[in-house]
């Protein structure tokens, strides 16, 4: 039995999983977050307005700013650096996280959304 | 034959080292830092459809324990989450599909194997919704996946005879 690349049945599958992720990406609401939360080690250590300024250093030396309208991570011990490299926060739902330091920063939004439901 | 196959899961393994060694290297989308190209998954792949389950989910188990080794338990987790649940879904498209093609089944395992450890993520820090990177999930998992099945296409006849001689 000769494996085949791809098949019709497969391709229609692929055809239909990119629609499903443009449609998702047009459906899901893009409002402005109003809230930066910090958790550390799966509990939430401290919450900003994201309208205001802000700079915390934490305990695991991680340094994170918040420059009225975002947050982003600014240091981190880790090696891959991928909080900082996820770069400026600032739509409700977003998150970065330093997996090394179980630091997460996550913006939400005032009104109650799908994030809060679980 | 004992040692031969021993050997070869070896050199499998150390070849998935090299390769997801290899892709941490690059950041695809800086905005959603965890998704990967996911080449090591090839070789994962190329011992489920050539040797045997048992020596996929070994050489994924090794994976996770390079991970563990070099960037920490949550790193390990996750290695291990997404491959131990791709494989699993593999397997069992497998078993209704024999026949099934490269590209579905490479899609279909890039997919859970992103599934799997946003949501681990989700449980482990505090309920981050993965809902506003389903989409670049879906669509980086669906390219990745066909991308991944060409070029098993291409290297299984190959590496292959790593083993027939």
Redesign the interface.
């Known amino acids: ?1 000769e ?5 019709k ?3 229609i ?2 055809i239909f ?2 629609l ?3 449609i ?2 047009f459906l ?1 609401p893009k409002s402005q977050g109003d809230i930066a939360e910090i ?1 550390v080690d ?3 250590y401290k919450s900003f307005d994201l309208n205001d300024s802000f700079e915390v250093t934490l305990k695991n030396g991680i340094i994170i700013k918040g420059d009225g309208k975002s947050a982003h991570f600014v240091e981190s011990s880790c ?2 650096k ?1 909080c900082i ?3 400026s926060l600032s ?1 409700s ?3 970065a ?1 330093c ?2 330091n ?1 630091t ?1 920063l ?1 913006i939400k939004g005032e009104e109650a959304n ?2 809060t439901v ?1 | 034959m004992k040692t031969k196959k021993l050997t070869v899961i070896a050199l499998l393994s150390a070849l998935a080292l090299v390769l997801s060694f290899i892709e ?1 290297q690059f ?1 695809i989308f ?5 998704i990967k190209l996911g080449l090591s998954n090839i070789v994962v792949m190329f011992t489920l ?1 050539t040797l045997d389950k048992k020596s996929a989910y070994g050489i994924s188990a090794i994976k996770a324990l390079f991970a563990l080794a070099t ?2 338990v ?2 390990g987790l ?1 290695s291990l989450s997404g491959g131990v649940i791709s494989i699993t879904v593999i397997l069992i498209i497998l078993f209704f599909k ?7 089944l490479s ?1 279909s395992g890039a ?1 859970f194997h992103n599934l799997a450890q946003f949501t681990l ?1 989700r449980i ?6 993965f ?2 990177y ?3 999930l ?2 980086s ?2 390219v990745f996946g ?1 991308m991944n ?2 070029l098993l ?1 291409a290297v299984l006849p190959h590496l292959k005879k790593i083993y027939e001689k």
Do not use: E, H
């Open positions: 039995m494996r085949k690349l791809i098949t049945k497969a391709l599958f692929i999983l990119l499903t992720a443009t998702l990406y899901l958790w799966g509990k939430l090696r891959d991928i490299n996820t770069g739509l739902g977003q998150w996280a997996l090394p179980s997460v996550k799908a994030d679980s | 941490g950041i800086p905005a959603c830092p965890g459809l960037r920490g949550m790193a996750l024999k026949d099934a093609s490269f590209s579905a899609i997919l993520i482990v820090y505090g309920g981050a919704s809902l506003p389903l989409p670049l879906i669509a998992g669906t066909i099945a060409i296409k």
